[in-house]
């Protein structure tokens, strides 16, 4: 996945608010992200109700 979607991002096919929500459902990580756009990103923690 991280592969997929830095080529993606370097084609800008993928912006960075959508890379961010791959880090957020546990696609990617956060040093994946920040490899990916060069810059720091905080994850917001959402509580699920179940």
Do not use: C, P, S
């Not at 080529?7 to 459902?25: A, G, I, P, S, W």
């Amino acid at each position: 996945m991280y592969e997929l979607l830095k080529m993606r991002y370097e084609r800008n096919f993928v912006r960075k608010d959508q890379l961010q929500r791959y880090v957020t459902l546990g696609k990617i990580t956060q040093q994946q992200y920040l490899d990916i756009v060069g810059e720091k990103h905080e994850i917001k923690q959402t509580e699920k109700n179940v």
